[in-house]
């Protein structure tokens, strides 16, 4: 699911992170059948700070947020699922 992402100079910007912590609850539903929560905690790429990912897979209500609590990675990287890729560049 992840491509790879380069700068023009094929440098790869995409970095991975390392998983801390993995959880995932059952969750009875909004009415239209039961579900998941899934909650990943990442180390951030400086290592001082946590990406988290969140995702909910209950019928009808599908959301996932990703933020991290480090001020210095969140301005210098967007994140996705495990990933951190530098932007600005
Ligand atoms: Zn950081």
């Known amino acids: 699911m992840s ?20 959880k995932e609850y ?7 059948g039961s579900g998941s929560i899934i909650k990943e905690e990442y180390s951030c790429p400086c290592g001082k700070g946590k990406v988290f990912y969140e995702k909910d897979d209950i019928p009808g209500y599908r959301d996932k947020s990703i933020y991290s609590n480090c001020d210095t990675c969140n301005e210098k990287y967007d994140f ?3 990933t951190a890729v530098k932007n600005n560049v």
């Not at 059952?26 to 239209?32: N, R």
């Open 26 to 32: 059952e969750h009875d539903g909004y009415g239209a």
């Open 3 to 22: 491509k790879d992402i380069q700068n023009k100079e094929g440098v790869y910007l995409s970095i991975s992170l390392k998983l801390v912590e993995s």
């Open 80 to 82: 996705g699922r495990g």
